[in-house]
């Protein structure tokens, strides 16, 4: 049944009004975009997952001295370069491991990231790990430096098409 008074110049043009809107939204709306996954316009880019062997929990016998770093710190996290060193967080594997994977790491091109983690904090001042860090499984040793407080200590390195990671 058609009923005119729905049908009015006033309620097409809202009706109007909202189409517009929500074609506008659904265009902005790309699902295969992660807004933690950057777009790389036509740049190669390979998957990689960092782990860092280390103790989910904050160790019982940090010095006092150790305090502030470790508050500041926070949660475990990471600061890859090709991200623009932007802090993210590590998963937790309990007991003893961190883990995160990407899948935006430039090919061919040395990239680099620091680890912040509380318990590390007695040796570096602002927590940076300097070691138990693996890249696709490749054991990796601390070799840059990092933007951070200061310069901090990280880890460089490139990976193949293919998955390869060489320090």
Not at 55 to 67: G, M, Q
Request: contains cysteine; proline residues 8%.
């Amino acid at each position: 049944m058609h009923r005119p008074e729905l049908c009015s110049n006033g309620v097409r043009e809202h009706l109007a009004a909202i189409a517009a809107v929500l074609s506008v939204a659904a265009l902005g709306c790309d699902e295969t975009k992660s807004p933690s996954s950057p777009s790389r316009s036509g740049a190669a880019v390979a998957a990689v997952r960092i782990v860092f062997a280390g103790s989910t929990t904050r160790r019982a016998d940090l010095p006092a001295s150790a305090a502030a770093c470790a508050g500041g710190v926070g949660a475990t996290h990471i600061h890859p370069s090709w991200r623009s060193f932007e802090a993210i967080p590590l998963q937790p594997v309990p007991p003893d491991r961190y883990e995160i994977g990407f899948t935006d790491v430039p090919v061919s091109t040395r990239v680099s990231f620091r680890i912040n983690d509380q318990n590390s904090c007695d040796e570096n001042p602002t927590g940076a790990v300097t070691r138990n860090i693996f890249v696709n499984d490749l054991r990796v040793v601390q070799n840059t430096t990092t933007p951070g407080n200061g310069d901090e200590p990280g880890f460089a390195f490139t990976v193949a098409p293919n998955g390869t990671v060489t320090q």
